[in-house]
Structure formats: structure tokens, C-alpha cells
């Protein structure tokens, strides 16, 4: 069974370009969360999706940002028209059922915004 | 407003116990207290969950006092391997938000 795939792993943006994350859930999980990592600091909730919905989107920058987790493939995490301040580590997580359960990380996409 | 808050870092020898404390105010009722452990350029790890009182496994043990306002991780007999990162996840009542805890920095010294 393998585990939450994240890719790609580094993704070098020029400024005003797009961004786009993909993370394949653990077989069986039906919810995805996004996180950021700014360097040297800790985790920050971003976005909460079920198949098809975004459950809880309050830590999205208003922005810019959008997630999608669609009924068939990865979810994506779009960023659009990057600024330096969006280099960071974003990692995907998923869970078999609810906020509750153990939540399972992909090994996050290194972002870098030239 | 809610608020998880841990130490920024420890430093502690090789094959003592340590015990990290996480604080949370406004836990929903219902929900669990969830520990990770991160080490550098990889994503959190799951070390232990629980609901209240004590909780084992076999790498540590967590506690939750009746209140639930805070929870302390307690790794046994650390090793020079357990330097890392280690994070209270907590959901708060209301609004089911995801909160991460600041992150404790754990340093085993040989």
C-alpha cells in the first residue's frame, strides 16, 4: 500500500508564473489536507477537502490559491502568479475518514520562487 | 481565540526520559490529541493519538489530564535518533480547525 505521493518533490518558479502541486492520497483515504512550511517554521493548515469539496479553506491565503480534489485523480494545489514569499515546503496529507484521524504525509513539494 | 503552544526547544541526554508539553484551551469534546515527529526536508510522522488519561505504544506514551487543556508527550530513553521535531495537532471546538503547534526542537546530546 503506498504511501501519500506528493509531486513533483522541487519546483523552481519564475515570479508571476503558476504553481501546481499534486498529491495522490494513501489507497482508501477520501480526505486531503494542505499544509505549508515557510522555512525554519512550523506547519500551517491551509485547506481541508473531501472528495469533490473543499470542507474548510479558512488558513487559503483570499488570493491566489485555490485546491481541488476531484472525483478522479489527485488533488491539485494551484497557486497562481507565485511571489518570492511563496517558496516554502507544502505538504499534502490524507486520512480514512475525519479531522480525527491520523493523517498520513507525503514527503511535500519544495517550492522556490525566483 | 484558539491557541496551541509548546516549548521552541529542549536538550536532553542520550537514555533519559523526556516529556514534552503541549497547551490547548477550547478542545472540541470529541476530538483527539495527535503527535508528530518531523525530521528535516520530510514530511511529519505519526508518533501517538489519544483522547484522555494515558495512552502507550511502543516508541511513547502520552497523558491528557481530565481537563484536556493540555497533553504531554513523553518519549522513554531517548537516543541520539529522536532529534528532531516534535508537533501537537489538535482540532479546536467550533469550527474543526486544524491547528499544528509551534513545534518543540528536541536535541539528544551523546
Known amino acids: 500500500n503506498a504511501g501519500v505521493m506528493q509531486n513533483p518533490r522541487h519546483l523552481v518558479r519564475r515570479r508571476g508564473q503558476e504553481a501546481r502541486l499534486r498529491c495522490s492520497p494513501m489507497k482508501g483515504h477520501s480526505h486531503v489536507y494542505w499544509y505549508r512550511q515557510l522555512p525554519e517554521e512550523g506547519l500551517k493548515f491551509m485547506v481541508y477537502?473531501?472528495?469533490?469539496?473543499?470542507?474548510?479553506e479558512s488558513g487559503m491565503p483570499k488570493e491566489r490559491f485555490s485546491a481541488e480534489f476531484p472525483k478522479e485523480g489527485p488533488s491539485i494545489l494551484r497557486i497562481q502568479q507565485v511571489v518570492r514569499g511563496d517558496s516554502a515546503a507544502y505538504f499534502c496529507?490524507?486520512?480514512?475518514?475525519?479531522?480525527?484521524?491520523?493523517?498520513?504525509f507525503g514527503p511535500g513539494t519544495r517550492l522556490t520562487v525566483t | 481565540l484558539a491557541k496551541t503552544t509548546q516549548p521552541i526547544s529542549m536538550d536532553s541526554y542520550e537514555g533519559q526520559e523526556v516529556n514534552i508539553t503541549c497547551s490547548h484551551n477550547n478542545i472540541a469534546t470529541n476530538d483527539y490529541i495527535t503527535w508528530y515527529q518531523q525530521f528535516p526536508s520530510q514530511g511529519p510522522r505519526f508518533i501517538i493519538q489519544g483522547y484522555k488519561t494515558k495512552v502507550t505504544n511502543e516508541v511513547a506514551s502520552l497523558f491528557i489530564p481530565a481537563d484536556r487543556k493540555s497533553s504531554t508527550l513523553s518519549l522513554p530513553r531517548v537516543s541520539l535518533s529522536d532529534t528532531a521535531v516534535y508537533y501537537c495537532?489538535?482540532?479546536?471546538?467550533?469550527?474543526?480547525?486544524?491547528?499544528f503547534g509551534t513545534g518543540t526542537r528536541l536535541t539528544i546530546i551523546p
Open positions: 477537502l473531501q472528495k469533490e469539496n473543499i470542507i474548510d
Open positions: 496529507a490524507s486520512s480514512p475518514r475525519s479531522t480525527g484521524d491520523e493523517q498520513y
Open positions: 495537532l489538535v482540532v479546536f471546538f467550533g469550527n474543526e480547525k486544524l491547528t
